[in-house]
């Protein structure tokens, strides 16, 4: 699939917080995506050689059945230092090298980490959704911002998450027993939209298989220095 880049790419945590307040203003925080959707991938990146290259996995499952239909690896050099709330800057340059090896389009991207739960509502799902007009929501293991009322430990459960008085993703209990992980929408998609579809993509781990195949991927192509 052809991706383009909608910014020339910082050099400044400066810059790159620009970026992102210009940016946000394009993040479609409804419904927009196409149905039914045939297509879903989940993204993982990791950094080899004390952190000079950036890797990104992409693995591409047909829906809803969860099959894995395609893949692509890609390693760039690290462009951008590693800032706190600015890492989409650090990742996104290789993700959208193994987003254009791909020949499936999937209709709708889990990406490991936030959308809009972000301190300036640009999380790595929502950066990437804007450049590639992709629908995109995120699924965090942590909180970035915000907080929620206790989550009850049934499968399907969620609480909001709300930061500066805004719902900005939801505490979701995705098996019984487990932490919950934090939804948010990253663009195109709206909340509980995103919520359902994340419990579509879960069997019987935490996180929705899209995460697991492409954390597979990604570690199983480890280099010897990474």
């Not at 699939?1 to 970026?19: D, G, L, N, Q, Y």
């Amino acid at each position: 699939m052809k991706t383009i880049f909608r910014h020339e790419w910082p050099s400044s945590a400066e810059e790159a917080i620009a970026i992102q307040r210009q940016l946000t203003q394009e993040v479609i925080t409804t419904d927009t995506l196409e149905e039914p959707v045939q297509y879903v991938a989940g993204v993982d990146v990791g950094f080899e050689q004390g952190g000079e290259v950036t890797r990104a996995a992409v693995v591409v499952l047909r829906f809803p059945e969860l099959t894995p239909e395609e893949e692509a690896l890609a390693r760039q050099p690290t462009r951008f230092p590693y800032v706190p709330g600015l890492l989409s800057f650090r990742e996104i340059p290789a993700i959208l090298d193994a987003l254009e090896k791909l020949t499936l389009q999937p209709g709708l991207l889990l990406c490991d980490g936030h959308g809009i739960a972000h301190p300036r509502r640009l999380g790595i799902a929502s950066h990437l959704g804007v450049l590639t007009g992709l629908p995109t929501l995120g699924v965090g293991k942590s909180i970035l911002v915000g907080r929620h009322e206790p989550v009850p430990q049934e499968k399907g459960s969620w609480r909001p998450l709300v930061h500066r008085g805004e719902t900005v993703g939801a505490a979701l209990c995705t098996r019984p027993g487990v932490a919950p992980v934090f939804i948010s929408t990253g663009h195109r998609i709206g909340l509980e939209t995103a919520i359902r579809y994340v419990m579509r993509c879960v069997t019987k781990y935490r996180l929705p298989e899209t995460t697991r195949y492409a954390h597979n991927l990604a570690s199983h192509n480890q280099s010897a220095g990474s």
